[in-house]
Nanobody, 123 residues
Framework: QVQLVESGGGLVQTGGSLKLSCAAS????????MGWFRQAPGKEREFVAV????????VYADSVKGRFTISRDNAKSTVYLLMNTLKPEDTAVYYC????????????????WGQGTQVTVSS
């Protein structure tokens, strides 16, 4: 198991930017694909982005493609989510998660989760 702690959330105006971080400890970070999910009030937790172990491949939800960028630094055991051109509909609790799959976007394929960080985009 890997332990995950997110940070970097906050309140931002429409059109603004935030960069989330997720620090991992425990098992070897580079052996996991890492993903970001989000959950808005009253909604299901949804996939946002995933990055493979080496960082060579990334996959995004259509709703964030072109605005969000996932990246990782295996030396620092950290995965990032840079969010640009934020919209009110991006408001949610954002979670990072680890997967033993090469690449995944289904919640069931992710075994460890962080506690989440709140992102609020004001209109």
């Amino acid at each position: 198991q890997v332990q995950l702690v997110e940070s970097g959330g906050g309140l931002v105006q429409t059109g603004g930017s935030l960069k989330l971080s997720c620090a991992a400890s425990g098992r070897t970070f580079s052996s996991y694909a890492m993903g970001w999910f989000r959950q808005a009030p009253g909604k299901e937790r949804e996939f946002v982005a995933v990055i493979t172990r080496s960082g060579a491949t990334t996959v995004y939800a259509d709703s964030v493609k072109g605005r969000f960028t996932i990246s990782r630094d295996n030396a620092k055991s950290t995965v990032y989510l840079l969010m640009n051109t934020l919209k009110p509909e991006d408001t949610a609790v954002y979670y990072c998660a680890s997967s033993n799959k090469i690449v995944a976007r289904d919640r069931a394929d992710f075994g460890s989760w962080g506690q989440g960080t709140q992102v609020t985009v004001s209109s």
